[in-house]
């Protein structure tokens, strides 16, 4: 799920003002050496302070002139926290920096981004504190680039402090990216959750205990999905294995809500210093998609500041509609997904695919909870990705449950995520085999909606079978639901005020219907 919005990294839109640079100013102190730089100059400290008023810019930018012979830069910030009447923001700041190469938006000069998660960081040629990049530290002009996302009315006080710590550049970091490929069955169903985080964002798991996580949920490929960097890319290649793919990514972390960037290149960074009105995103989007990558609008309707989607879903490649444990944000998010397919089916266009992921980011969120069932024809990056671009996959809480989708007519056969052509009025036999959900109450749904409802058995599978016709439903759908708190399997189709329906334990993604010709 979302992390906690105080812990949220921020994202903006770029806007240099007057303001921003102009509230700043640098005082310059003296430190004493560390004993590593002994032989060197003695470290050098550069004090910012600044007020950023309510209505401060998306991103405040900090030019920090970068002497020559810096082995290393490292940063600390705080910044006030007035009283503020309850229902009001309070002060949150965000921080990452840039270097010599500038700030432009999808430039060249991003060095890493810690929003709100840590007070301090450093960098160098070697090493540098997850979330930021390793690399050279030339001089120039290099920006502190902090991101205001909530101000209190009293305005924010910031300080920042630069050390340079002279001396050689120590070697160079090499980054171990993951295979591209994992031993894989051939064309089989694959299990994958594409949306998780590290230590390299606002986690606080260590990337081998996520890699832990997968295997122990019985997943066979994940996405590294960390906010807005790319630095937990170079650490995945030892911890992937034959027996589990990585697939580099990255949740680009708005302030119009949340996407996932997913099959990224290793190293690649997507920029997400813009909002809605903006207009950048298609630009990043296509940014995404000549890497072989898919651009998912992530945990639509989630209520923290900034995480609902503006960006509508013209350039998504598919939607998560499940994050996390199922709250009633999913709820929406089915709904919207479920809205658009007869519009897409009715316009030809290609249909929004579901996927459903864990965002976890620390215990006990559980890796995995929920995840995609995919049917790829490798367990390797392009073929997942296809998959999943297919919509030829269904969405699991754990891999304990087990499910299977067809629709049968005329002699055809169609599974999840393809097209079922028919006679208008040939039958089309709908059959739902469900293990592990018991008691499980099972939905059939088309353009139409509920259709069908049957209680699974409280023990073994189940297996649901439905008749219809490709002239009575655009599309057909399943979902499968654990009963409601008081044991009752949900409300078909009346209404009233209460929620309807227990939570979510499968969702597939639907077989479509056409009509021959
Ligand atoms: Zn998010
Ligand atoms: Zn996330």
Not at 41 to 47: F, K, L, N, Q, Y
Not at 242 to 267: F, M, Q, S, Y
Not at 475 to 491: F, I, L, N, Q, S
Request: aromatic letters at 8%; hydrophobic letters at 40%.
């Amino acid at each position: 799920m979302p992390t906690d919005p105080s812990a949220l990294p921020g994202r903006r839109a770029l806007l240099r003002t007057g303001l921003a640079t102009g509230a700043a100013t640098a005082t310059a102190g003296l430190a004493a050496p560390t004993p590593a730089a002994a032989a060197s100059p003695a470290d050098r400290t550069v004090t910012l302070t600044g007020l950023l008023p309510t209505g401060a810019p998306d991103f405040v930018l900090l030019p920090v002139e970068v002497p020559p012979g810096v082995r290393e830069i490292a940063v600390s910030y705080g910044y006030d926290r007035p009283a503020v009447p309850a229902g009001t923001p309070g002060n949150s700041c965000d921080i990452g920096i840039f270097d010599e190469r500038g700030t432009e938006l999808g430039g060249r000069g991003f060095r890493g981004w810690s929003g709100g998660f840590r007070d301090s960081f450093a960098l160098s040629a070697s090493a540098a504190t997850p979330g930021y990049l390793p690399g050279p530290v030339n001089p120039g002009t290099w920006h502190v680039v902090l991101g205001p996302y909530q101000v209190a009315p009293q305005g924010l006080a910031y300080t920042v402090q630069v050390t340079f710590r002279f001396g050689r550049p120590g070697p160079a970091f090499v980054p171990h990216y993951p295979a591209e490929r994992a031993r894989g069955r051939g064309r089989a169903w694959y299990r994958g959750d594409c949306h998780l985080h590290t230590v390299h964002s606002d986690g606080r798991r260590l990337p081998e205990e996520v890699a832990a996580g997968a295997r122990a949920a019985g997943l066979d490929f994940i996405v590294s999905t960390d906010h807005n960097t790319s630095s937990a890319h170079g650490v995945w290649g030892p911890l992937a294995g034959d027996d589990l793919l990585v697939i580099t990514g990255e949740e680009v972390t708005t302030r119009n809500g949340h996407w996932l960037a997913l099959g990224l290149d290793p190293g690649e960074f997507v920029d997400w210093r813009y909002r809605s009105r903006d207009g950048q995103f298609p630009r990043f989007a296509r940014q995404v998609r000549r890497s072989g990558g898919l651009v998912v609008p992530a945990h639509p309707y989630c209520p923290y500041v900034a995480c609902q989607w503006k960006f509508g879903y013209r350039d998504a490649d598919a939607v998560e509609v499940w994050n996390g444990p199922w709250t009633y944000d999913d709820e929406s998010a089915v709904d919207t997904w479920d809205a658009g397919l007869a519009a897409a089916l009715r316009e030809s266009r290609d249909w929004l695919p579901a996927l459903g992921n864990s965002d976890a980011h620390s215990a006990p969120q559980a890796v995995g909870s929920p995840h995609n069932v995919v049917l790829a024809d490798d367990l390797s990056r392009p073929a997942v990705l296809d998959g999943l671009r297919a919509g030829r996959s269904w969405i699991a809480e754990s891999a304990a449950v087990g499910l299977e989708f067809t629709a049968t007519g005329h002699g055809r056969r169609a599974g999840i995520g393809e097209r079922l052509t028919v006679p208008a009025d040939a039958p089309v036999d709908v059959e739902l085999t469900v293990s592990g959900v018991p008691g499980g109450t099972a939905r059939l749904l088309t353009d139409e909606g509920q259709l069908h409802q049957e209680t699974l058995p409280a023990t073994g599978p189940g297996t649901v079978r439905w008749r219809t016709t490709a002239s009575l439903a655009a599309y057909v759908r399943a979902e499968v639901r654990h009963p409601r708190a008081d044991g009752t399997p949900g409300k078909g189709n009346a209404m009233g005020p209460d929620l309807p329906w227990g939570p979510m334990a499968a969702l597939t993604n639907p077989i479509t219907l056409h009509v021959q010709q």
